[in-house]
């Protein structure tokens, strides 16, 4: 913690950036595979393995690296992950085929997996001491806003210019470079510490207090994610696959619409109760894949679009409560484990039914497809809305026992099921 290290509040802006500069690029992916498809004219399938690919990377860095800055500190880790990014956006502007774009999306999930439980730890130790809230608030935003701005501004240039793969991973290089020179200049935050080794063997476990509510959310969190998967591995395609439309800034708002209306509701529900959250994630993730089914089916890009746009609710809401519901069950020592265990499910089910979908395209068409999949998600959410109803019977029950009885001597009364 020399005394040349930058400022804490430039700092912050700097690790925000650097942040930002990840899901930038894992976002312009999304229109870029179909601009890609064109070029080499690869199977649908090939389009949706590399997005999916992302998934992997992401999970065996986030399962194996995401505890290590706590031992190494926060700015190895952060500026080691920064490279890996960096290669990867080298493998995407000078790919010769596919298969490089699918090596680069793995690179491009290690680098995301290594950084993302860093980076939300650093931006919340780099927040003024009035103002805490800002880290997690950065985090989030940079996080799924990211993902929604690259596709957008993706789209744009392939909107604008012939160039646009050259145009986008040139200014993510600089982008990833500035922030990574912030990241050098920054003070670190937390001192090194034993066990770096130790914290490299995945921890998957859900304490026996929080499984309940965990199998109750599992359907959902998986529904969510697909619907993730659909939004950015199969609607760009779609738009000129099934809606009959060339135009690179539409791919971009297919993959821009759902994470970003995701960002925004995810900010607005964090003072809602998490189960009246949940409810709420769970109807629109019902809600929103019959609308992109519809409009598939009807030729209506529009209904489409609305469609994600009630799934993007369906995921702020539902994600956010889930967390929300599962993580104040765990012991501290537990949460790292729990935690992992909603994202090993997200992952699979953002990664896994996208690439089925993909193989399937060739077999059952797109809309027929894309309304299966569909259904899939409306069945997982159902089974989530079945086991939210039985847990809240189950709390007014044990409320009106606690009502009914004497008051404790010991200590008050405190349902599981409420969020902390």
């Known amino acids: 913690m020399s005394s040349h290290r930058i400022s804490p509040g430039l700092a912050l802006a700097g690790a925000a950036l650097a942040f930002n ?28 393995v590399a997005f999916a690919v992302y998934a992997i990377g992401f999970l ?22 920064l490279v890996v990014q960096l290669a990867s956006n080298l493998m995407f502007l000078f790919a010769p085929g596919i298969g490089w774009v699918i090596a680069g999306r793995v690179v491009q999930g290690v680098a995301s997996g290594a950084a993302t439980a860093a980076f939300t730890a650093v931006l919340v130790e780099l927040a003024p001491a009035q103002r805490k809230g800002l880290g997690p608030l950065l985090g989030s935003v940079g996080l799924t806003g990211g993902l929604a701005a690259g596709s957008l501004l993706a789209g744009l240039g392939i909107q604008l210019t012939p160039h646009a793969n050259t145009i986008v991973f040139v200014a993510l290089i600089a982008l990833t470079i500035v922030g990574g020179i912030a990241i050098l200049l920054s003070p670190e935050t937390i001192g090194r510490g034993p066990g770096a080794l130790g914290s490299m063997i995945p921890n998957v ?29 199969l609607a760009p395609s779609m738009v000129q696959s099934v809606f009959h439309r060339d135009s690179g800034l539409l791919d971009g708002l297919a993959g821009f619409i759902a994470p970003a209306v995701s960002v925004v509701v995810g900010l607005s529900f964090a003072n809602v109760r998490a189960r009246t959250a949940m409810t709420a994630g769970i109807i629109a993730s019902i809600i929103g894949p019959v609308g992109i089914a519809v409009g598939a089916a009807a030729g209506s890009l529009a209904t489409m679009f609305a469609g994600q746009a009630i799934a993007g609710l369906g995921f702020g809401a539902a994600f956010t409560a889930a967390l929300g519901l599962i993580v104040p069950l765990a012991d501290p020592d537990q949460r ?6 909603i994202y090993v499910v997200s992952y699979l089910g953002l990664g896994a039914p996208v690439v089925i979908a993909g193989a399937l395209t060739n077999v059952l068409g797109v809309v027929a497809t894309v309304g299966g999949y569909s259904a899939v998600v409306v069945l997982l959410a159902l089974i989530s809305l079945t086991a939210q109803r039985r847990l809240k019977r189950r709390t007014h029950r ?17 349902s599981p099921e409420r969020p902390a």
Do not use: I, N, Q
């Open 60 to 81: 065996a860095a986030a399962l194996t690296l995401g505890s290590l800055s706590d031992h190494l500190g926060r700015r190895p880790v952060l500026l080691g992950a």
């Open 21 to 48: 500069s990840l899901y930038l690029a894992a976002g312009a992916l999304t229109p870029l595979l179909v601009v890609y498809r064109k070029a080499w004219s690869f199977p649908p399938v090939l389009l949706t």
């Open 336 to 341: 790292a484990g729990a935690v992992a265990g």
């Open 205 to 233: 476990a859900v304490p026996p207090r929080a499984r309940t509510e965990f199998l109750a959310a599992a359907p959902v969190v998986a529904a969510v994610w697909m619907l993730a998967g659909l939004s950015g591995g």
């Open 398 to 414: 044990e409320e009106s026992k606690v009502d009914t009885c004497p008051p404790p001597t010991t200590s008050a009364y405190s």
